[in-house]
Structure formats: C-alpha cells, structure tokens
C-alpha cells in the first residue's frame, strides 16, 4: 500500500517537513513493514513553469508531418526573467517546436524549460531542430510521469486550472508530494486504506486521529432504489457470499470532465494510473475508506439486480474485454440480461461507465471472502477491489464511501445527487471476545496495569466491559481478524509497545529432545557427511518415466501420487525413488565440469495405498471428527524416508605421487553398510537385479530377517548414457525407516579384548554363479563363535582356475574373551567353515 503524504495530512497530523522515511519510521512501530519510497522529484526536476501559447506558425515538413512554432510567454509580462539556464531567454518568451494540436493561442500550457530534467534521464536543453532554435519543450502527461495521454499536451483550462504564468508547474500538478510503501500483511486489510494507514500513524506517535468516514454525511433515504435481491443458495462452507448490497444512483454526469490534478496526482503516487474522471473517483474512494466500489452506466442495466452463484455453462465478458467460463461457485452480480460482473472481483463489460454515460449506478456491497479470493484465483484476475475483499473489509463503511462516490460526482463531474437508496442485507452479529485479567500479561512477560489494556484497547475502536475476572471487548467492525483472546494481546503488546518486551530465552523443559528416530537420522546424515559425502536436497516431483525406472527392480506401471495442479506438466508425480533428483543435480554438476561427486540425501518418497484422498473436504471453522481425522490420515500415501547416494568420478583429486581411484560398485555397497554400522544394523547382501541398475552388478540389501531395504550397486550403461554421466557411476538407495525400525535403542560397543588375536586366510574355488555374499555368510556360520571378523578380499578367475569357476578368497580372524587362542583352535574354526562351503557350494580350496 503507498501511501502519499499530502493524503494522509489531512486525517493524521503528520508533520510538514516529515519525509516518507519519516512516516514508516513512525508505522514500524506498530507493526507494519516498510517496503520503498516513492518520490516523482526522484525522476523529474525543474525548472518546470505554467506558460501560456503567445503564437503558432504551422510548418509542414518534407516527410508529411506537421510542426508549430510557437511563441511561449513563461514569466508574466513586464516582470523580469531570473532563471539563468542555458537556453532560456530573459525575455521571458521561449521558441518552442511542438508536434501536439490539441491547444491554440491564449491556452496555459507546461513547459519544461532548458535544465530540466524528465523521467527517463531525459535532460532538456536549446535544441536546433526543423530549422528552429527549440529552447524547451510543452509537455504531456506521459512525459511528465503522471499519466498515460501522449496523444495531445497538457492544457490546464481542461483541468479546471488557471494559475499565475511562471508559476512552478510541479507544484500545481503535485509533484513535489511523496508516498511510503509498506507491506501489508493478510490478517490487517485495514491497512489497504488512508483511513487505516493514519489510524496506526495516530496510534504510533499519540497524535490525534480524524476518521474520514466521520466527515461523510449520509443522505437519508427518500424512497427505495434500484431494485436488489440476495439469492446465493450455495454458500461455500454455508455462508452467504453477500450480506449487504447498498446503490446509489447520480444523474447528469459528465463523464468528459477532466480528473482534477490533486487527484490524479494521489492516484499515481498511491500506484494506481488515472483513466477517467468517473472511474478515478471509484478508486479515490476505495483507497481512501477501503471500501471497493463498482460503477454501472445504470441506463444499460436491465431490470432488477440479483446476487447469486453463476449456473453451469454461464460466461461473462469482464472489463479486461476477455470471454471467461464461470464455474458455479462464482458469486456474480447479474441483471435481466444475465451475468454482469463477478461479485468483488471485476465488473462485465455490457455495463462499463463510458464517455456517453450520463446515469452512474454505484454499487457499495460487502463480500464474503472466500468466495472472493477462489473466483480471483480461478480466473488470475488478481484486482484492487479482490484484494481488499478476500481479506475483509468493514461492513459499517458501504454507505459512507457510496455517499462519498455521490459528493464527488457531484463536485467534480457535475452530477445530481439522488436519495433513491437501495440497502439490502442483515448486519452481522458484533464479535464478543473475553479477556481474562492477567492473560496478557502472562503471555507476553510484562505486567500491563488496566489503564495500559484499556488505553490499547480504546484505541483500537473496540468497546471495553469490566466482567467478573476480566474483560468483554466489543471489535472494531474494521478488524475482522480480531476473533480470540490472543489476537487483542497482540494488539495490547504492539501498541504499548513491542520495544518493552524483555529479550529472555525460555527455559528448556526436562525430559524433552530428539525423538528416537531423530537421532538415528542425525547420526546417518553426520556419518555420511563425515565420509567425504556432500548432502543435497532435490525437489521431490518427477516424471512418470522417471517413477517407472526407479519405483520398481522390473519394468511396469509404479502406482504414484499424481498432482493435480504441477509446478511443470513434465514433473507432474510425486517421486517413489530419490535417485531421480540425486542423479539430476550429479548431472547439472557434472556440466559445469565438477566431476567427481559423492552425492547424498535423505528424504521422503511417497507410495500411495489403496486410497488416495477423501471424498469431502471437512468444512473449516470447527474441528474435524475422529472420524473424518482418520479418513483424512488414511488418504495420505505411505511416505518413509529413503537415503540414496550417488558416486561418480575419482574418489580424490590428482596429486604428486598419487593417482586416484574410480568409483565402483565396492563404493556404493560400503556407503549402504555404513548406513548400518551407525545404526547397529547388520546389512544381509546378496546378488541382486534392478532395471536400473548394471545386470551383474547389483546388490540386493536386506534385514537379517529378510526384509528388503534397498539396491547398490553399478547403474545400467543405457541409463547413464542417457543421463550424460560417465561410465561406471554408482548408487544405492535404502529404506531408512526400516533400519531405524529394527536398529537397538542403544547400541552397545562391544568390549575390547585384551588377547591377541589369530589371523588365518582361506581360497575357495567356487562355480562362477555362486554369489560371494552367500559363501561369506556361510563361512561365518561355520567358523562359530571364535570368529571375529571375515572379509572378502579378492575374486580371481584365470589360469590356474578351471572353466566355469572363481577363487573367492576370505580373511578371518579369530580372538577368545578370556584365553590366548592357540593355533590349532583358530584352525579348527577355520576348518569347520570350509566344510560348511563345501557341503553348500561344493567349494575346494585352492
């Protein structure tokens, strides 16, 4: 909201030499943000004067375009030239070349004479040009920033003015005013207006306040207008969409009469452009009392007014000349004819104020904001007007600012005022709210004293009852966000002030922390990161392709969540997988030439069940049932965390004396069992097939009870292709939810042994389709419980071993908790083991 300060004098008694830093020093105070200034002196500087046309010599030229040469008197006559400008004449008579017909001799014209500046950067100076010296120029209200009309000059007879010659031209069209822009947050929509704004800047530094809507007289209804009815029989969420519909009507305007400059000079510094005398005066009203209104040329109307939802199949042609389907919620304004406006968003084009429009209907209604804010966001037709009703506006203020709209018209668009008035609607209920005594204080640390709560709460327009225990406060009719006890404490803390609430941190209450599975995250992601691995967050929506390859170890159709209204069509599902994003972000790196990546994330995937979704949504405004709880949580998909990783380059950078080592399959399969070290986890792995994976090298993770958690491995060389990543990149994704699910409360380190330990190392020969993970399980089970650790170090296939087969062979280590193990223990154990292999797989050591 920009506020210009010319403006907000006149109800709040704002200083003559505060500039716009000023005022938002002062409304920061009480909560309202500031945002930018807004200055047209910023733009455009003099000298720029009131000069009136002396002569015009017509000059046609060879290329078809007419000039005048003009004689321009710029100081009045007799009186001495004191500006001293390169270019200006002391006679006080400036050459002017000008391209405009729109004026003859005798009219007062604006000249920026040689010095000034325009917007633009636009410096004027002497200028030889069509075979004149042009010493400055007569400007329009394009180029002087304050208007759209380029067509013609600006000549000050049309705008009602008939100032001094000489006189400083930015100063009688308003430019030497300035505005504050602050932000206005949706709970306080009071503040889209000047009469909100100086009410908080009245708040803010104790001054005295004047409500414009007080100043306004309402004419007493003679007899009734024109004829409005109230039919929304479907309400959203059961509440009426219009509970007040006032008209006014004026006759005998004249729509061609000029927007005074004061006017038109607020509206552009408020960021609003000035169109017409008529529908400028809608907006003055609107940003001055926060009340939107909407005119009708009430000769094109058709019979009577009725508020009601659009029917199906219903089309409107709005303002902006575009043909919109209407859905049926749409609240609409609709005549005889049919549909004529959509209610608090933007009025038909069938009924538009026009140059011939001599009869205006104006329309002052109040809206309910829901409705409002889902027709602005189903048509994109963001307005003004939407703004102020989605997120309420006072419904006490219609007849005041339709009254305001009649005085106007009136004044300055010659008008006749009637006291036909139509006022349709049921006021609703004043908002009661009770504040008990000390709750205030208690919520905020301070101790606020009665007169302190009653002070803020007076000033704030509410009406204050002493009960047993506290307070009953009676809301402003203006403040539709005040609904609770919490919300008048904010109102008492912000105006007190916010600068004495002390800065204390609250103390910590026992027995509180990270939950179970919080830590357990923390701890993957630290050891992860601790690793050499760098943590990225990827967006969780992917293509359908992308769900099909990475949702499932074999091709088919992955049920996933689908979005109904997509950032990017292309993107249009939830993810089942992390990989997707991980391998887009490896791959966007990988480009600007960062090639060796190990990447991380842990997240949620969603797997949606059985349902999707409910049939309703539960209304708002009360707490949905146990039952209506239920259905909504079972509607939800299944969303467990994933971790997944992606590899792909060296492991470190080149260095003297030091080559590095590609990535492999190995780098992937250690990254998921570290996953389930830090958890205390043990991580069955087993040869495994993934269609996204390299057939071959690929491992299947798994519990020890055997339930599968996730992949590792090598990814398909198609795929990689596909994706421009080098060969050999590597990933694993698990299922961390299920390792946190069967991961110990607390892990216990193992006690440290204090004998010496017994290193023996086994080769088994093997056929080539055994898996090595199978054969190492087995060695452990055999070896029994001496066994320390087992490790396979290498797999050879070649000379020496017969077709068909492979040498796998294993480290183990043996270690006794209370003896030295002898040599002839530890080769027992190993024994054992090898008997074990070959029973299974019919191993033979090498």
Known sequence: MRIPLSWLREYAQVPADASAEDVMAELVKVGLEEEDVHRPTDSISGPIVVGQVLSIVKEEQTNGKTINWCQVRVVPEGTEQTLTFEGIDPSGVQGVICGAHNFVEGDKVVVTLPGAVLPGDFEISARQTYGHLSAGMIASSRELGIGDDHDGIIVLARLGLDPEIGADAMELLGLYDQAAEINVTPDRSYAFSIRGVAREYAHATG??????????TVDAASAPG?????ADAAGIYGKDGCDRFLTRKVTNVNPALPTPPWMASRLNLAGMRSISLVVDISNYVMLELGQPLHFYDADQLTGEITVRRANPGETLKTLDSKERKLHVEDLLITDGSGAIGIAGVMGGSATEVSGSTSTVLIEAAHFEPISIARSRRRHKLPSEASKRFERGVDWNVADVAAQRAVDLLVELAGGTATTEITDEGTKPAAVLIDLPAGFASALIGIDYTEEQITWALGEIGAEIENVEGGYRVT???????LDTKQDLVEEIARLVG????????PTAPPGRGLSRVQGQRRRVVAALADAGLTEVLSYPFVTKVQNNTFGAPEAGEVKAVKLNNPMSSEYGFMRTSILPGLLGIARRNHGRGFRDLALYEAGQVFLPGETLGTATIPPLGARPSEEELEALYNGLPHQPTHIAAVLTGHDSPVAAAHTPRVYDWADALD???L???????????????????????????????????GYAGELHPKLLAELDLPERTVAMEINADELFESAADVIVAKEISTFPISTQD?????????????VLETLREGAGELLEDLALFDVYSGTGIPEGKKSLAFGLRFRANDRTLTAEEASEARAAAVALAAERFGAVQR
């Open 207 to 216: 001054t005295p306040y004047t409500d414009p809507a007080s100043l306004v």
């Open 226 to 230: 024109h004829p409005v009815k109230l």
């Open 475 to 481: 809301a402003p009719s203006w403040r539709p966000d």
């Open 498 to 505: 916010y600068h004495l609430i002390p800065a204390t941190l």
């Open 671 to 673: 990254t998921a069992k």
């Open 675 to 709: 996953v389930g070290d830090v958890l205390g986890v043990d991580i069955v792995v087993s040869q495994g097939s993934h269609q996204a994976f390299h057939p071959g090298r690929t491992a299947a993770l798994a519990l020890r009870n055997g339930t599968h958690v």
């Open 762 to 774: 086994v080769a088994l020969v093997v056929d080539s389709t055994v898996v090595a993970a199978e």
